[in-house]
């Protein structure tokens, strides 16, 4: 069983930054896809950032804004976030999609954490 952990949210002034991080943990043999998305109220969930294949994809609303990076030997992925609007208040999800070392698929989220942009 692979189970994500994240941290990092929280309030901060418009201008601000902020960095998420997730940690994985369990039986991962290999990762497919591993990125972020947030959920603002009444919105739908929306992709941030993500890497594919090797290559990291940003939604146009954070590009210039957000970085994504991991940390193989911690397990750990980040999501670094620079000059930070109002729009960015959202509740923020990890997500790795890969297989296990038992071969079975999975598509893990993370419990999400709240971040508010405000003055």
């Known amino acids: 069983q692979v189970q994500l952990v994240e941290s990092g949210g929280g309030l901060v002034q418009p201008g601000g930054s902020l960095r998420l991080s997730c940690a994985a943990s369990?039986?991962?043999?290999?990762?497919?896809?591993m990125g972020w998305s947030r959920q603002a109220p009444g919105k739908e969930r929306e992709l941030v950032a993500r890497?594919?294949?090797?290559?990291?994809d940003y939604a146009a609303s954070v590009k210039g804004r957000f970085t994504f990076s991991r940390d193989n030997a911690k397990n750990t992925m980040y999501l670094q976030m620079n000059s930070l609007k109002p729009e960015d208040t959202a509740v923020y999800y990890c997500?790795?999609?890969?297989?296990?070392?038992?071969?079975?698929?999975?598509?893990?989220w993370g419990q999400g954490t709240q971040v508010t942009v405000s003055s």
């Open positions: 890497l594919i294949s090797g290559a990291t």
């Open positions: 369990g039986s991962i043999s290999s990762i497919n896809i």
């Open positions: 997500n790795v999609r890969g297989y296990t070392r038992s071969s079975n698929f999975f598509d893990t």
